[in-house]
């Protein structure tokens, strides 16, 4: 019982520490980034001290990502979870195959990939469009298994239910698994926001380190992201440090109002759903 509670206390101390770090840490980023956020700072697109051009790219290549990858990580994971419930089954197999390697491979790797097929062989610019379908293989494997997790969270016995009632697997999935798992799923696409708005090296490569004075699909694409890391390392303004805490402190502050606004629209739905116990 003591030693429980040493290392009980312990584990606090550490937690407590980390927090304390990480508050340093963003707290001396405010400081420094806050005075340099304007309206015209956030807004401007013809001058190099405005970030407009960067925090439009962000969200729409964040937004299409998801739009594509929403449904198709729903539609693996439902293929897997509720038709397919054997993981031995060679399709099962090949598809969590996959999803593992892309979930594990690094970005940078992953980019690179992405840039020899649509720039190499489509002829594609290094622009926007490009960085949404590298975000899109990115995010795949990702929203996939947090989608089969979602599923899997849900009880067995809604299914049965379902199905005892005449309904058919369709059905069932559509009209009460889903239900079920949807606050699990809207929270999990709130830290897929998250995930994505953060991505820098792989944007590098393929949505490009500028932006365009006319904004299109096919112009470069920095991100806020991208920006910071090129603010820090090839920026030549004399202002360079405040500019890149004040694009920190932005990108920050939207990640933490999306996130929210996602997290709020779980609970209303009912919340996430804890892992199911059930053993198919």
Known sequence: MRRGWRAHSIALVLALLGMGV??????????????AISWRFLTGWSTSESIGPELLNTLVMVGMTLIVTIPLGLMTAIYQEEYHYNPAKKRVATLSRVRATLLSAPTIVVALVVYRIAVGW?????????GVLTLSVINWPFLATLSAQALRGVPDSYRQASLALGASRLQTTRGVVLPAALGFLVEGWGLAFARLAG??????????????RHWS??????TLAVHIWYIRTEGVSLNRGAEAAATGVVLMALIAVVVWAFG?????????????????
């Open 217 to 222: 699909l096919f112009g470069p694409g920095e």
């Open 22 to 35: 990480f508050l340093a840490i963003v707290a001396s980023l405010i400081q420094e980034g806050l005075p």
């Open 264 to 280: 709020r629209l779980s609970r209303l739905l009912g919340g996430a759903q804890p892992p199911s116990q059930e053993v198919r």
């Open 122 to 130: 489509w002829h594609w610019p290094v622009s926007v469009l490009t």
């Open 199 to 212: 991505e820098s090296a792989a944007l590098i490569v393929t949505a490009g380190v500028n932006v365009s």
